[in-house]
């Protein structure tokens, strides 16, 4: 009896020792499955946190995106003003095609840091484009915000990457509107980014604010002419050229002209270039070409003795980017019977800043010509000394604004002091354009130019109208 029970007490043992073995054999497996659900869950958090910071992060420059910059701005129950800055590169495109998407990657991702920089704790930085920024400024003033734009782009001016041997850089323009406490952020947006288009349209890299002038802009740009329009003024002749004389003020005389397109209509409507000379570079595959003979003409009729002029004609953004295939044959049409060294082309500040490799081009092949070439509107956008060097031309044309803030702005009579000696050593005149009051002549005779140009002095008027009053 008592073998019997011991025997059963061992079966008995046995069973429970299965029984625990296989508990923690289920432990362990229990134990292995919680591991790897954390593992899973850890991975499933990064992932998210991965997938947020996607949403809210550029993954190429580290600004925030457009949503994520939406979110905050909306949530964020302001009370005050602020104001929106919309930023865009120039000619990013020209980048990509002379050194590659690497390179103009390289560039955003330089910009957008510089940016972020600069801003600091001051507002919000976000990419919402190709090459499009957009920064929300916490100050209600506006006077601020323009400061802050004009850093922003000389900064941007500034920031270089490299390719191969030479530094890629690009200017930028930049539109500004307030942010009012009641407002949506797109409206602003919306209102910054006509800002934005109006300083593309004027030349690129500038700054220009939303206001009562924007809007009038906005109307005018709504009824701009049509290709198939632009095309039936061409074959009507209706393209025409209007001079404006350039005057040696020490000599009391003209000594110059420069050449300015205008359409004509048979209504006797009066189009600026600004309004279509543009949607003629763009639309170079149908062969819309620029009146030609019309410009040789004017050229020969104040170039030729008498009078024995200089004409000078401009070189538009556009129509630079695409220079190097076209120079060649509309500078052989426009010097036809014009001595070369009586011809300029004014290039402007931004072009060259937007598209250095372009312009180099350009300067070669105008010079090749025997033409010579002028730096329009500097002081108009960020104007940098260095850039004369880099780029040497006959004559600097200095914008209006530039000169009516001479006696206010400390850095502006500071380039202009540079600006003189320079043109001493790298012998280049220097023009004063857009000069329409008593003042503003009294100003650029006191600092030492004599050739100015403007409103005061005379208008743009017919060629014919000029001869009679310079005859």
Same mark, same amino acid.
């Given at each position: 009896?008592?073998?019997?029970?011991? =025997?059963? #007490?061992?079966?008995? /043992?046995? +069973?429970?020792?299965?029984? %625990? *073995?296989?508990? @923690? $054999?289920?432990?362990?497996?229990?134990?292995?499955?919680?591991?790897?659900?954390?593992?899973?869950?850890?991975?499933?958090?990064?992932?998210?946190?991965?997938?947020?910071?996607?949403?809210?992060?550029?993954?190429?420059?580290?600004?925030?995106?457009?949503?994520?910059?939406?979110?905050?701005?909306?949530?964020?129950?302001?009370?005050?003003?602020?104001?929106?800055?919309?930023?865009?590169?120039?000619?990013?495109?020209?980048?990509?095609?002379?050194?590659? =998407?690497? #390179?103009?990657?390289? /560039?955003? +991702?330089?910009?957008?840091? %510089? *940016?972020?920089? @600069? $801003?600091?704790?001051?507002?919000?930085?976000?990419?919402?484009?190709?090459?499009?920024?957009?920064?929300?400024?916490?100050?209600?003033?506006?006077?601020?915000?323009?400061?802050?734009?004009?850093?922003?782009?000389?900064?941007?001016?500034?920031?270089?990457?490299?390719?191969?041997?030479?530094?890629?850089?690009?200017?930028?323009?930049?539109?500004?509107?307030?942010?009012?406490?009641?407002?949506?952020?797109?409206?602003?947006?919306?209102?910054?980014?006509?800002?934005?288009?109006?300083?593309? /349209?004027?030349?690129?890299?500038?700054?220009?604010?939303?206001?009562?002038?924007?809007?009038?802009?906005?109307?005018?740009?709504?009824?701009?002419?049509?290709?198939?329009?632009?095309?039936?003024?061409?074959?009507?002749?209706?393209?025409?050229?209007?001079?404006?004389?350039?005057?040696?003020?020490?000599?009391?005389?003209?000594?110059?002209?420069?050449?300015?397109?205008?359409?004509?209509?048979?209504?006797?409507?009066?189009?600026?270039?600004?309004?279509?000379?543009?949607?003629?570079?763009?639309?170079?595959?149908?062969?819309?070409?620029?009146?030609?003979?019309?410009?040789?003409?004017?050229?020969?009729?104040?170039?030729?003795?008498?009078?024995?002029?200089?004409?000078?004609?401009?070189?538009?953004?556009?129509?630079?980017?695409?220079?190097?295939?076209?120079?060649?044959?509309?500078?052989?049409?426009?010097?036809?019977?014009?001595?070369?060294?009586?011809?300029?082309?004014?290039?402007?500040?931004?072009?060259?800043?937007?598209?250095?490799?372009?312009?180099?081009?350009?300067?070669?092949?105008?010079?090749?010509?025997?033409?010579?070439?002028?730096?329009?509107?500097?002081?108009?956008?960020?104007?940098?000394?260095?850039?004369?060097?880099?780029?040497?031309?006959?004559?600097?044309?200095?914008?209006?604004?530039?000169?009516?803030?001479?006696?206010?702005?400390?850095?502006?009579?500071?380039?202009?002091?540079?600006?003189?000696?320079?043109?001493?050593?790298?012998?280049?005149?220097?023009?004063?354009?857009?000069?329409?009051?008593?003042?503003?002549?009294?100003?650029?005779?006191?600092?030492?130019?004599?050739?100015?140009?403007?409103?005061?002095?005379?208008?743009?008027?017919?060629?014919?109208?000029?001869?009679?009053?310079?005859?």
């Amino acid at each position: 009896m008592l073998f019997i029970m011991e =025997f059963w #007490t061992l079966v008995l /043992l046995a +069973a429970l020792g299965a029984l %625990a *073995l296989v508990g @923690l $054999v289920y432990a362990m497996q229990l134990r292995a499955l919680l591991a790897d659900t954390r593992t899973q869950v850890d991975a499933l958090n990064s992932q998210n946190t991965d997938l947020v910071d996607a949403l809210e992060r550029d993954d190429l420059t580290s600004a925030y995106s457009r949503s994520k910059l939406f979110s905050l701005i909306e949530n964020e129950g302001r009370s005050d003003d602020v104001h929106v800055l919309c930023i865009d590169l120039d000619n990013l495109g020209s980048v990509n095609d002379g050194h590659g =998407f690497d #390179t103009s990657d390289r /560039l955003l +991702a330089a910009v957008s840091s %510089a *940016l972020i920089d @600069l $801003v600091g704790n001051t507002g919000t930085v976000a990419r919402t484009g190709g090459d499009e920024f957009c920064v929300v400024l916490n100050t209600p003033d506006l006077k601020e915000a323009q400061l802050t734009a004009v850093r922003i782009g000389m900064v941007i001016a500034k920031t270089s990457v490299p390719s191969g041997e030479i530094l890629v850089s690009r200017s930028a323009s930049i539109g500004i509107a307030p942010l009012y406490p009641d407002q949506k952020l797109i409206s602003a947006v919306i209102l910054a980014e006509d800002a934005l288009a109006l300083a593309k /349209l004027e030349g690129r890299n500038r700054v220009k604010t939303a206001d009562e002038e924007l809007l009038k802009t906005r109307t005018k740009r709504a009824s701009r002419p049509t290709i198939e329009e632009i095309q039936n003024g061409l074959n009507r002749d209706e393209m025409t050229y209007y001079v404006q004389p350039i005057w040696d003020i020490h000599a009391g005389k003209p000594v110059g002209v420069e050449a300015l397109l205008r359409w004509v209509t048979p209504e006797g409507e009066v189009h600026l270039p600004e309004s279509f000379v543009d949607t003629m570079t763009d639309a170079h595959h149908l062969d819309l070409k620029l009146p030609l003979e019309a410009a040789s003409r004017t050229a020969n009729a104040f170039t030729q003795d008498p009078p024995g002029m200089f004409c000078a004609f401009n070189v538009s953004n556009s129509f630079l980017e695409r220079g190097n295939e076209l120079a060649p044959e509309w500078i052989s049409e426009l010097l036809n019977g014009v001595p070369p060294e009586r011809m300029v082309f004014e290039i402007v500040e931004s072009a060259v800043i937007q598209d250095p490799e372009g312009a180099k081009r350009m300067l070669e092949a105008l010079r090749e010509a025997g033409v010579r070439v002028a730096l329009d509107d500097f002081g108009r956008g960020f104007s940098n000394l260095q850039r004369l060097q880099e780029f040497p031309v006959d004559i600097v044309k200095i914008d209006r604004h530039f000169i009516t803030d001479l006696h206010n702005n400390a850095r502006n009579a500071g380039i202009l002091d540079g600006l003189m000696e320079m043109s001493r050593t790298l012998e280049f005149e220097i023009i004063a354009e857009g000069v329409e009051t008593e003042a503003q002549l009294e100003t650029v005779r006191t600092s030492g130019i004599h050739l100015v140009q403007g409103y005061l002095l005379g208008r743009p008027a017919p060629v014919d109208e000029w001869l009679k009053r310079l005859s």
